[in-house]
């Protein structure tokens, strides 16, 4: 059974920071691509970022510079660093495993991020 579980959100002021996790089990967690993604209030899901099996990055043009992806393949988890959070980074966060070969994919929970003062 796959089952992804995401913790670290939570409420922080603007310009704050929170580190969330996702700690994955059931898969062979370094052969996936993992994935941040989120959707706030009305909107649709978007991509955050994402780290290849190799460990190669990309981000949305909107967390550039302000958020970290990283992974452990030692602890089965993916990490998204935040950094200089604004009212608009404001969203339920989703992790997302995904092995584009195989056709498979799988999805957190989500967890709640609320910045506001």
């Known amino acids: 059974q796959v089952q992804l579980v995401e913790s670290g959100g939570g409420l922080v002021q603007p310009g704050g920071s929170l580190r969330l996790s996702c700690a994955a089990s059931?898969?062979?967690?370094?052969?996936?691509?993992m994935g941040w993604y989120r959707q706030g209030p009305g909107k649709q899901r978007e991509l955050v970022a994402r780290?290849?099996?190799?460990?190669?990055?990309n981000y949305a043009e909107s967390v550039k510079g302000r958020f970290t992806i990283s992974r452990d393949n030692t602890k089965n988890t993916v990490y998204l660093q935040m950094n200089s959070l604004k009212p608009e980074d404001t969203a339920v966060y989703y992790c997302?495993?995904?092995?584009?070969?195989?056709?498979?994919?799988?999805w957190g929970q989500g967890t709640q991020v609320t910045v506001s003062s």
């Open positions: 780290i290849s099996s190799d460990g190669i990055t």
């Open positions: 059931g898969i062979i967690f370094r052969l996936y691509t």
């Open positions: 997302n495993a995904a092995w584009q070969t195989m056709g498979r994919a799988y």
